[in-house]
């Protein structure tokens, strides 16, 4: 797949160790697939975001993982249950993924998609205050 990458992103992953530039790619890869007109660039100073109408997700890289926050609010169904913590957060929660996991890309996929989808019909704040996002779900 081809994407226009950030610089500052590339530099982000360089200096990451091997296992941790893996995993950074391939969700970096499964956003840009999610939507053509996903966009990256850095936030927060630092770090890693992806953004089409909104927030979709950034990464953090931590000792022994690599966090995807998901900008959601809480909305997005996980079904596969692949998010690891912020169930309660009223703003973002997360997938970390460890050395040697496998990323489970269908329901990372998916998920990217329904949060780009909520981020069209106006973000996840304005689908909670109107109530229209449990319909859709």
């Not at 998916?110 to 981020?119: E, L, T, V």
Request: proline content about 4%.
């Amino acid at each position: 797949m081809t994407f226009r990458g950030d610089t500052r992103i590339d530099a982000y992953i360089d200096a990451l160790p091997d296992w941790q530039q893996a995993i950074c790619r391939e969700v970096r890869a499964l956003v840009h697939a999610a939507d053509p007109e996903v966009s990256e660039t850095i936030k927060r100073t630092k770090l890693p975001f992806f953004v089409l109408e909104g927030n979709i997700c950034s990464l953090l890289a931590a000792k022994d993982h690599i966090n995807v926050f998901l900008y959601d609010g809480g909305i997005v169904p996980d079904p596969e249950r692949i998010i690891t913590s912020g169930h309660h957060n009223k703003t973002a929660r997360a997938v970390a993924i460890r050395q040697g996991e496998q990323i489970n890309a269908r329901a990372l996929t998916a998920i990217f998609r329904a949060i780009i989808a909520d981020n069209r019909a106006g973000g996840w704040r304005t689908l909670k205050r109107s109530g229209r996002y449990g319909l859709r779900r």
